[in-house]
Nanobody, 114 residues
């Protein structure tokens, strides 16, 4: 199983980034997909999640700014991040979950700084 995340980088406050995660080795449509992040010195936290049925939920800190979406045909999940803030700086990880089974990607770094 591989979850290949991409799209991170350095962006100024107020800017946008779009993260993508391509999955292989799983039946993508059967998995709930999520984005988590871990800032230096902090625990990993859920940012956004989209279920296999297309139902999404978000951390309060990103509601109204981030949008998660999935393309089952391309086995890809996206995270559109707008109005980025310095506190969004973290390594972002893609997750695929089905019951007790969870897979993680390698992470992509997002830095929000002027």
């Amino acid at each position: 199983v591989q979850l290949q995340a991409s799209g991170g980088g350095l962006v100024q406050p107020g800017g946008s980034l779009r993260l993508s995660c391509v999955a292989s080795g799983i039946i993508f449509r059967d998995y709930d997909m999520g984005w988590y992040r871990q800032a230096p010195g902090k625990q990993r936290e859920l940012v956004a999640r989209i279920s296999r049925y297309g139902i999404s939920n978000y951390a309060d800190s990103v509601k109204g700014r981030f949008t998660i979406s999935r393309d089952n045909a391309k086995k890809t999940v996206h995270l559109q991040m707008n109005s980025l803030k310095p506190e969004d700086t973290a390594v972002y990880y893609c997750n695929a979950g089905r019951g007790r089974i969870h897979y993680w990607g390698q992470g992509t770094e997002v830095t929000v700084s002027s």
